[in-house]
């Protein structure tokens, strides 16, 4: 095959961080149990759910507060209704145990370093405890003190007061609700060689069972594509079309990179934009100016990470705030981003109602400045292409869906320990 020098080498299970097996049942637990959050009231799996591939369904998601799952999630009633949307989108978990990974987040937030001493650079920078395990293990702390996905407002709960002081305040009364449950206890002391009573369960043992739940539990290596690769069935002949023009003349591949289809680089493509924003204290607009957030760096205004494309046709909408709701439509985009923006229509846009906030989600579009700002960025060479080649790209997307991506081997728990509903 004449593109043989362009294709990844095939993804294998050795290339993962191995999961102790005991670590990673407690981290499935954990997943869905609603007593990580503030208001008892959200659960990782909320968000990234098993019967959604890992994502929620959602352009933007709705965290504490809101009800329900999926396209089914309300943005809740009365005091406890949401004050604001989460302002990117969910993404699904896919590969990202892989030892490659060095960043997480759109953002890059959350990356491998020494700069603090405890192996990450992050937004806790020198608070972040020590012994967190892999980077799973190190981001699963941050949506526990983060006040729209499962803290809570002040005032409302004894976590949400600590996270409003210092980040590293709330992770201590996490830890207690946690091992004063027995089952947990008792899990916990099985599991780990330093946890010999209950008291000495920390955050830590949290977010590394965490980390060990997603690192095994979101492996994905058994598509037709992977087949393929490894020599076994054929794809289609759309599929080998689109995979053709991935990596030729479509140049998808100079960012979807490498087995996991990402450079885990930053690059612009100036979606659409709407929503709360990641508005940063000195600056309030409702924008999210991507990586330069992180960085401080202009040239990295909104750039987002390149998002890995394993299950993406099973994870709409798309993109880094969910702009685009099929895969033609994205594909489009990336072909032609000004075009793509000046035919996109708000209800394009997959948000569950919420009235009070409507006035800022769609706000920042009559601000001609910042979309004038926005427009100009753009690291994307357009590339023209059929409705045919888009159709085959489209095909060659699926040929990544993972033959067991919806049977999992862990799954969603029937039941947690603390005895609190499961989403
Ligand atoms: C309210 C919805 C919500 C909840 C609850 C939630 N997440 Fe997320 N998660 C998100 C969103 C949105 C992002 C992207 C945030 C960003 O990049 O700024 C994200 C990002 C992530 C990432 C990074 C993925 C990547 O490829 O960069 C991981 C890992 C993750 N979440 C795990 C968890 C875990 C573990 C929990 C529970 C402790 C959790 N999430 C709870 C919405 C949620
Ligand atoms: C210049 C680098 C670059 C090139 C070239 C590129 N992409 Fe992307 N792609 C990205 C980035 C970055 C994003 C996320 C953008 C955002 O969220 O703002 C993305 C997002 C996507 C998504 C959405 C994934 C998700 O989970 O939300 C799909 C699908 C996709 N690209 C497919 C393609 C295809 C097909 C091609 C070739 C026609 C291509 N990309 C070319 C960088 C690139």
Redesign the pocket.
């Known amino acids: 095959m004449a593109l043989a020098n362009g294709l990844p080498a095939p993804l294998t299970p050795d290339q993962f961080h191995p999961s102790d097996p005991q670590k990673a049942r407690i981290g499935q637990l954990l997943f869905y149990d609603k007593i990580l959050s503030g208001n008892r009231n959200i659960s990782c799996g909320t968000c990234h759910h098993h019967d959604l591939a890992g994502a929620d369904g959602l352009s933007l998601g709705i965290g504490e507060g809101g009800t329900g799952v999926g396209a089914k999630r309300t943005a809740g009633t009365g005091e406890d209704r949401i004050r604001k949307r989460i302002p990117r ?1 969910a ?1 699904a978990l896919w590969n990202i145990g892989h030892k490659s990974i060095r960043n997480l987040f ?1 953002d890059g937030r959350l990356s491998i370093s020494d700069i603090y001493g405890n192996g990450y650079n992050s937004p806790a920078e020198e608070w972040l405890p020590q012994g967190l395990d892999t980077i799973t293990a190190a981001q699963a702390l941050f949506p526990l003190t983060a006040q729209f996905e499962m803290a809570g407002n002040p005032k409302e709960n004894q976590i949400a007061g600590a996270v409003h002081d210092r980040i590293d305040a709330a992770w201590p009364i996490i830890a207690k609700r946690v091992r004063v449950i027995p089952e947990y206890a008792e899990l916990f002391t099985n599991a780990f060689a330093d946890v010999q009573t209950a008291q000495d369960i920390r955050i830590t043992h949290i977010g590394n069972a965490l980390g060990a739940f997603i690192n095994s539990e979101w492996q994905s290596y058994q598509s037709p594509f992977d087949d393929f690769l490894n020599g076994g069935a054929a794809l289609s002949a759309q599929a080998v079309a689109g995979m053709q023009l ?1 990596y030729g003349k ?3 591949a ?3 990179s490498g087995p996991l289809f990402s450079d885990q680089n930053f ?1 612009a ?1 100036s ?1 659409p934009a709407f929503g709360p924003g990641r508005t940063r204290r000195f600056d309030p607009i409702a924008r999210d100016v991507g990586r330069m957030g992180e960085s401080d760096q202009l040239e990295d205004a909104y750039r ?4 890995s ?1 394993r299950n ?1 046709a099973l ?1 709409a909408p ?3 705030n969910g702009a685009f709701r099929t ?1 033609p439509q ?2 489009r985009h ?2 032609d981003p000004l075009a793509s923006k000046s035919s996109w229509t708000r209800d394009m846009a997959q948000l569950p109602d919420a009235s009070w906030l409507e006035a800022i989600d769609f706000v920042i579009q009559s601000d001609s400045r910042e979309m004038a700002r926005q427009n100009a960025s753009l ?2 060479t357009p ?1 023209a292409l059929t409705t045919p080649e888009i159709a085959a ?1 489209e095909a060659f ?1 699926h040929s990544l869906t993972d033959k067991n991506a919806l049977t999992r081997p862990l799954g969603r728990p029937n039941k947690v320990p603390s005895g609190l509903p499961l989403d």
């Open positions: 989108n993404p759109h991935f479509a140049n998808c100079s960012c979807h690059h493509l979606l987002f990470r390149t998002p494309l993406v994870t798309y993109g880094h895969l994205i594909i990336h072909a690291d994307i590339v790209l997307l």
